[in-house]
Each structure stands twice: as C-alpha cells, then as structure tokens.
C-alpha cells in the first residue's frame, strides 16, 4: 500500500519524536529556544566540515554541536553579556563560518536546501538505524539525569546545595541537545528541528499540570505531527518537513483552543 | 576524636570575593550534630553568603570548608519557579530526594499545608510557599539543615509555630541546623551558638555572650541587647506538654 521510503520516513519521524518530546519540555523549562536554534545552525558548520574531511555527518555535527555548547557554557561564566546576545554570537558567526567552508567547496554540488530543511523521504536504512540507536541511548541517559536535571532547573542553587551536581548534568543535557541534532538533522533539517523541540513540548504546557504529564503530551503532540504531517504531504505533495512542522503548529493551536473551552465550562 | 564525629560542617577562616569585592572574609565556625547555629548580622553583612559558604554552593572561596555529611536540606531565601514548569506541591516534595505518598504527607501535615498537595506551586501564597519549602527539606530527614530565613512572609502565629517545629525536628532527628533569623527573639532563646556578621565575624558564642559584647550593642543598638533580658521575663504564654507554645489570651 505505501512505498518503502514512506514507511521508512515514518519509521524515522516517530522515533524522532519519541526523543524530541522529552527534550522539548527542557528546553521550554529552561528557555532554551534560541539555545536550540544555535546548536541547529552551528549544525550547518558541522555539515561542511563532515564533507571537506569525508567523515560521518551526524559524527561531525555532534562533535561541532558540542564544541559549539561548551564554548557556551565556558563564555556565559566569564564575560558579562547576556545569554541571548551570547547565543547570537555564536549562531549567526558558526553559520556563516559554515556558508564560506561551502563556498570554498564549490567543486562539490552541494544542496543547501536539503540542509535546511531535511528530506525525510531520503531515510535510508543506515540513517533508521541512527535514529533508534542513537535515540534510545539519547532516552536512557536522559532517564538517568533526570531526577538532578530537573531539580536544577527548578532551582540551581538548592539542586548544588543538596548535592545534586547541577555543572555536570547541564553539561551532559547540553551534549544530549547536540546529540538530537546530529541525528535529526538529514531529515527535518537546520532550521526545522527546533520546531520539531519547541512547538509539541509548548503544546503540552497549554494541557499540563506537572511535569511527567507534560512529557508525555509532548511525545503525543510530536507523534500525531509526524503522522499528520507526513500523510498530508502525501496527499498534498507538499514538501514533507515542513508539513510536519505545520502540523505540529496546528495541533498547537487546537491546545489553545480546549484551554478556552475549558475555561469556559469551569465558569 | 569523639567530639569530632558529631561536627557536621566545618568552616575554617572562609571568605568569597565577586569582582574584587569581599562578601565575606574569615569566616570560622562549626556546626554539630542537634546543634543550632544562627548567623544574624544586617543587610549586606554576608548571611547569605556564609550559608553558601557551607552549602559549598560558592567556588573559588579562600580558606576551607570541611563537609562531613552529604544528607542536606536547604531552604534558600529567594526561590523563583518559572511559569514555563508546571509543577505541583506534590511534584516538588519529590525534587531531591525519593519519598513515599506517607512521608509527604507527613511533612506537610506538620507544616500545616496539607490541604495544599495538588495546588500549582506558583498559586501559593508567600506564607504558604515557605512552609512547603519547610516540609520538603524536614521530609527528607537530612543530617544538615540549612534554613536562610524560613518563616518570611508566615503569619505571626504560624512563625512560632514554625520555630517550635524546627527545634522539635533538630531534637528528633539529631540533624544540625545553620540558621539565618532577622529575629532577635528567636535567635536568642532557641539558638546554641550565634554568629554575628558584618562583612566578617563580629562576634560570636552563646546568645548570652553575644547579647553582652559591645560590638553587637554597636551592630544592633542599645536596644537589641536587652532583647535577651525582655525574652527572658516574658511570660505572656505557656508551654504545653509536648513543649508547643499555648498563648494567653
């Protein structure tokens, strides 16, 4: 009934929702937006260097991605400029170091579309396997930190006091974030992955009151964008990434919505 | 040596500077085991800072703090909970530490927020926030409690209570406590030993000794040292059996 590539591009966009949904909720705790809209566009440096050196794309994307937060880390703990202005410094000058690496590659047709924003309908098998693989490591370990991790976004000081060793798992957050980007970014691409983080996980927040309940919503919302999404684009012939994203706005929306109807009937 | 089991913090001539500004400096003391230590002094005088100092929530301090316990419970002055998290009462109990629905109940109970379990912990009043502060740092039984200001914002009624019960825990569990009062009341009849700060220890013994040094008359005024005296002849309430205050009416 479906091709292959769709039933892989399912496959793909499912499991990486399962991982986005969790993270998303931090992100949005921790007003991490731009923060993930920095790692995504320093992605595209990662890009250029994985093909200038013939090495793995997602390997070299986690690596650049990872550099790129812990330069972060280290900056906003010795000047004294604002996080945004920092993560703006470091997004926009990581790209365009990126867009002149790809200049000096004009031997190699190179497609900055399918940069920006993925192809999902290009998953291949080796690219599932990442995707499972690498997000269930990505799952575990959040699983693992999450106790210290959430006591210190509620408060760093009383998660150090109490021996909760704050430093460490931002630290390890902050490679998580890189890692989702690393293997997300063949098939939703640099500028649509933060959607991917930020718009279920906002969702959630409009239906949720305490946190795992939002974790879950969050999953939901990213796997019914997925499907809805994709099976649209099917139908539509519209460009599969984006309609996922559109989906997941629209779902958004609808949240906004029952919080309204709700309200009213509790009057 | 046997002394030494019961010390749970030790700080020896600690001191923390931020941007070439000491906050505090050469800052000793200790605290033991069903002790409690207050740290009075005024605005700016490093209360805070000092707290921190033991918590080891500061970095590159000068001198050394020894920890001797890992099991701590630290109210903070300020605690800001962002609207981006949903988070219930019952959702915040649990934050550090693994407990059951009974021992949550429990704690809350004796703070009198028992009613509150399933609110949103930003609907809360400031009263009632510090006394779910209170709950979720006794319901973890820690060795160590660290209480910077813990009865801000409670109603007058509430704070005495709250103070009976922060003694009535430090006896019960045998925990240690290192606490931050503007009240000198408080301070003098229910403390062990006093710290009084002002950029640097000023003074410090037992709220008797304190009360009679001429740089905490300095500090505080004429009037603060009779404090002790006024407490002391104060008879407008009386003590129940289980040592809780009944108050004359």
Not at chain 2, 35 to 64: D, F, M, Q, R, Y
Not at chain 2, 116 to 132: A, C, I, M, W, Y
């Given at each position: 009934m479906f091709d292959d590539f769709f039933i892989r591009a399912l496959a793909a966009g499912l499991g990486l929702a399962l991982v986005t949904g969790p993270l998303g909720c931090f992100v949005i705790w921790r007003r991490l937006s731009f923060f993930a809209g920095t790692l995504a566009h320093s992605a595209l440096l990662g890009v250029t260097l994985a093909i200038s050196f013939d090495i793995n794309i997602s390997f070299s994307v986690l690596l650049v991605s990872s550099a790129i937060a812990l330069i972060l880390l280290r900056l906003q703990k010795t000047t004294k400029l604002p996080g945004d202005a920092l993560l703006g410094l470091l997004a926009h000058s990581s790209l365009a170091i990126g867009l002149v690496v790809i200049g000096f590659l004009s031997y190699i047709r190179f497609d900055i579309m399918g940069l920006l924003?993925?192809?999902?309908?290009?998953?291949?098998k080796k690219d599932l396997l990442v995707i499972w693989v690498g997000g269930a490591i990505i799952l575990l370990i959040l699983k693992i930190i999450w106790k210290p991790l959430f006591a210190s976004t509620v408060n760093y000081e009383l998660a150090e006091a109490e021996g909760m060793q704050p430093e460490k798992v931002n630290i390890i957050f902050t490679i998580l974030m890189a890692a989702i980007i690393a293997i997300s970014i063949k098939m939703v691409g640099i500028l649509l992955i933060t959607g991917m983080l930020i718009i279920p996980a906002a969702m959630a927040r409009n239906l949720a009151n305490n946190p795992q309940q939002m974790v879950v919503l969050s999953i939901i919302g990213g796997i019914l964008a997925v499907l809805v999404g994709l099976f649209s684009s099917m139908q539509?012939?519209?460009?599969s990434g984006p309609s996922i994203i559109t989906a997941a706005l629209l779902l958004f929306i609808l949240s906004f919505l029952k919080i309204n109807k709700l309200r009213q009937l509790k009057k | 040596m046997k002394e030494n089991n019961n010390i749970l913090v030790k700080l020896e001539n600690t001191g923390v500077q931020v941007d070439k500004k000491?906050?505090?400096?050469g800052v000793s003391f200790e605290i033991q085991r069903g002790k409690i230590v207050t740290l009075i002094g005024p605005n700016g005088s490093g209360k805070t800072t000092t707290a921190k100092l033991a918590l080891g929530i500061?970095?590159?301090?000068e001198g050394k703090v020894h920890k001797f316990t890992n099991k701590i419970s630290y109210v903070p002055q300020k605690i800001s909970i962002d609207w981006t998290l949903p988070l219930r009462v019952s959702d915040f109990m649990l934050l550090t530490e693994n407990l059951t629905t009974n021992e949550i109940d429990t704690a809350l109970d004796l703070t009198g927020v028992?009613?509150?379990?399933?609110?949103?912990?930003?609907?809360?009043s400031g009263g009632e926030f510090q006394r779910v502060l209170i709950a979720r740092a006794i319901a973890k039984k820690p060795d160590l409690l660290v209480l910077d200001?813990?009865?801000?914002?409670?109603d007058f009624k509430g704070e005495i209570a709250l103070y009976e019960l922060i003694k009535k825990i430090s006896e019960k569990l045998g925990c240690g406590i290192l606490l931050i009062s503007h009240d000198l009341h408080v301070v003098m009849s229910a403390t062990d030993y006093v710290v009084c700060l002002n950029?640097?220890?000023?003074c410090s013994g037992t709220p008797q000794a304190v009360a009679n040094d001429s740089k905490y008359k300095e500090l505080f005024?004429?009037?603060?040292?009779?404090i002790l005296s006024v407490y002391e002849h104060d008879h407008d309430h009386t003590h129940s059996t289980d040592g809780s205050i009944e108050t004359k009416k």
């Amino acid at each position: 009934m479906f091709d292959d590539f769709f039933i892989r591009a399912l496959a793909a966009g499912l499991g990486l929702a399962l991982v986005t949904g969790p993270l998303g909720c931090f992100v949005i705790w921790r007003r991490l937006s731009f923060f993930a809209g920095t790692l995504a566009h320093s992605a595209l440096l990662g890009v250029t260097l994985a093909i200038s050196f013939d090495i793995n794309i997602s390997f070299s994307v986690l690596l650049v991605s990872s550099a790129i937060a812990l330069i972060l880390l280290r900056l906003q703990k010795t000047t004294k400029l604002p996080g945004d202005a920092l993560l703006g410094l470091l997004a926009h000058s990581s790209l365009a170091i990126g867009l002149v690496v790809i200049g000096f590659l004009s031997y190699i047709r190179f497609d900055i579309m399918g940069l920006l924003f993925g192809d999902i309908l290009a998953v291949n098998k080796k690219d599932l396997l990442v995707i499972w693989v690498g997000g269930a490591i990505i799952l575990l370990i959040l699983k693992i930190i999450w106790k210290p991790l959430f006591a210190s976004t509620v408060n760093y000081e009383l998660a150090e006091a109490e021996g909760m060793q704050p430093e460490k798992v931002n630290i390890i957050f902050t490679i998580l974030m890189a890692a989702i980007i690393a293997i997300s970014i063949k098939m939703v691409g640099i500028l649509l992955i933060t959607g991917m983080l930020i718009i279920p996980a906002a969702m959630a927040r409009n239906l949720a009151n305490n946190p795992q309940q939002m974790v879950v919503l969050s999953i939901i919302g990213g796997i019914l964008a997925v499907l809805v999404g994709l099976f649209s684009s099917m139908q539509f012939n519209s460009a599969s990434g984006p309609s996922i994203i559109t989906a997941a706005l629209l779902l958004f929306i609808l949240s906004f919505l029952k919080i309204n109807k709700l309200r009213q009937l509790k009057k | 040596m046997k002394e030494n089991n019961n010390i749970l913090v030790k700080l020896e001539n600690t001191g923390v500077q931020v941007d070439k500004k000491w906050l505090v400096r050469g800052v000793s003391f200790e605290i033991q085991r069903g002790k409690i230590v207050t740290l009075i002094g005024p605005n700016g005088s490093g209360k805070t800072t000092t707290a921190k100092l033991a918590l080891g929530i500061h970095k590159n301090i000068e001198g050394k703090v020894h920890k001797f316990t890992n099991k701590i419970s630290y109210v903070p002055q300020k605690i800001s909970i962002d609207w981006t998290l949903p988070l219930r009462v019952s959702d915040f109990m649990l934050l550090t530490e693994n407990l059951t629905t009974n021992e949550i109940d429990t704690a809350l109970d004796l703070t009198g927020v028992k009613h509150l379990k399933n609110n949103d912990l930003r609907n809360l009043s400031g009263g009632e926030f510090q006394r779910v502060l209170i709950a979720r740092a006794i319901a973890k039984k820690p060795d160590l409690l660290v209480l910077d200001e813990p009865v801000q914002g409670v109603d007058f009624k509430g704070e005495i209570a709250l103070y009976e019960l922060i003694k009535k825990i430090s006896e019960k569990l045998g925990c240690g406590i290192l606490l931050i009062s503007h009240d000198l009341h408080v301070v003098m009849s229910a403390t062990d030993y006093v710290v009084c700060l002002n950029g640097h220890v000023c003074c410090s013994g037992t709220p008797q000794a304190v009360a009679n040094d001429s740089k905490y008359k300095e500090l505080f005024g004429d009037r603060a040292s009779t404090i002790l005296s006024v407490y002391e002849h104060d008879h407008d309430h009386t003590h129940s059996t289980d040592g809780s205050i009944e108050t004359k009416k």
